[in-house]
């Protein structure tokens, strides 16, 4: 084995073969006909699938074959609202020692790529979407490495500010005035990176049938209005936690998770993972995609777009156990969500899912087409959360959202931000 693996990828050697020749992209549902898109060196696919979800009933409105919203605008006003975010919790925690763990936890990583499903709808409520046309891709949107280090820097800059006005006791309009100034420092960061974002623009289109069409004169929150026709408030956030300090049926929120201040509070209920998959698999058969959360690095290959529960037999490799459970991973920090996606398709047999086509946002060159196969082994350990209507809820958990969230600390796996 040591001959081999010095030689070539472990994973080449650990391929189970018989389940890559099983593999068929062969659906009972598909709901997609469209391309894929392309998140490229960034962290934001869940930005992405959530703009996504909402492209495939837009490009029917507007009667046009190809169609995309403007992710770099998105980005744009996620930094900018997550930066007053982290800034507004360096205020709330000034009174701690800087080495208090919460305060480690907000100056980690102040402004990633990564989010999750109430993110994105706090953004789109309140900034609107746009055409990709309107303000479209630059080298930082996708490639946001340099554009974050000064973003977080900056970001940091200011909470050294806030503490320091804290100690010498200059009263919470000071500490306001200092994070106004690390925002605009932020956002003068933002526009040389990614443009301005549009206050309004002016929107025209000559839709699949040659015919012509002109709206004039739209902000993002009109165009949202007037294109996106899902109504986000009725989604949730469905989760599956299985740790026995996190009970089913429950509602949890995650202390300092989130980017908009006046946003929705981020609420997750948690269910079981048999519940999940029947939901996702209802939403697809009523012809409507599935924004979700999974850890999608573990047995994945990625070229050949394939995830499955035992692709990769690194037992048999290294002689060694590798048995811990779903929970235990969780406990362990060796599984959280990394990554958002969407299900376009599935395949049902005896009423059953077996497998499920997921739209990726790699680009085209992976998978086929860029879209992924996922056998249903692999949905129950490694999928953690999908958005879907409150209708499609059994009542008695309808029911369970009304509850009081339990608060959970910012550090926990569940408060992971899809970010691959």
């Not at 299985?242 to 269910?271: E, F, H, K, M, W």
């Not at 409507?288 to 529960?309: E, F, I, N, S």
């Amino acid at each position: 084995m040591q001959n081999v693996v010095t030689q070539h990828d472990v994973n080449d050697v650990a391929l189970n073969r018989n389940i890559v020749a099983e593999a068929t992209h062969s659906f009972s549902t598909v709901l997609d006909d469209w391309g894929v898109t392309n998140q490229a060196r960034s962290g934001r696919c869940w930005m992405f699938a959530g703009l996504n979800l909402f492209r495939s009933e837009t490009r029917n409105i507007l009667n046009v074959k190809e169609f995309e919203f403007s992710q770099s605008y998105v980005m744009f006003w996620d930094k900018m609202e997550r930066a007053n975010y982290i800034l507004e919790a360096v205020i709330e925690t000034a009174d701690r020692p800087i080495d208090d763990r919460v305060v480690a936890w907000l100056l980690r990583q102040p402004l990633g790529d990564g989010g999750q499903w109430d993110m994105f709808v706090s953004l789109v409520r309140k900034h609107g979407v746009v055409p990709k046309t309107v303000m479209p891709e630059t080298e930082s949107s996708g490639n946001s490495m340099r554009m974050n280090a000064g973003l977080n820097y900056q970001v940091r800059q200011g909470a050294r500010d806030i503490r320091r006005l804290y100690a010498d006791e200059a009263g919470l309009g000071a500490m306001r005035d200092a994070k106004q100034e690390a925002l605009r420092a932020v956002y003068q960061i933002l526009c040389i990176h990614l443009g301005n974002p549009p206050a309004q623009f002016d929107w025209q289109w000559k839709d699949k049938d040659g015919e012509f069409h002109r709206d004039g004169e739209m902000t993002p929150l009109e165009f949202a209005e007037k294109y996106i026709s899902t109504p986000m408030e009725d989604f949730v956030c469905l989760v599956n936690d299985p740790r026995g300090s996190s009970p089913p049926d429950r509602t949890y929120t995650v202390q300092y998770l989130g980017n908009v201040v006046d946003g929705a509070r981020i609420t997750y209920l948690n269910v079981d993972i048999d519940i999940m998959k029947d939901i996702a698999m209802r939403m697809l058969q009523d012809g409507m995609p599935v924004w979700m959360g999974c850890d999608t690095g573990k047995q994945m290959h990625r070229d050949k777009g394939l995830w499955d529960a035992d692709l990769f037999d690194y037992a048999s490799v290294y002689n060694a156990d590798f048995e811990m459970d779903k929970a235990e991973r969780l406990d362990y920090h060796q599984t959280a969500m990394t990554h958002a996606m969407l299900f376009t398709g599935v395949d049902v047999v005896d009423g059953k899912p077996r497998r499920w086509r997921v739209e990726n946002s790699w680009d085209d060159k992976v998978g086929q087409k860029g879209f992924f196969l996922m056998n249903d082994s692999w949905f129950a350990e490694y999928m953690f959360e999908i958005a879907a209507p409150r209708s499609y809820l059994p009542q008695e958990l309808q029911d369970a959202l009304d509850l009081e969230p339990i608060v959970l600390p910012p550090w926990d796996p569940m408060g992971s931000l899809a970010g691959a």
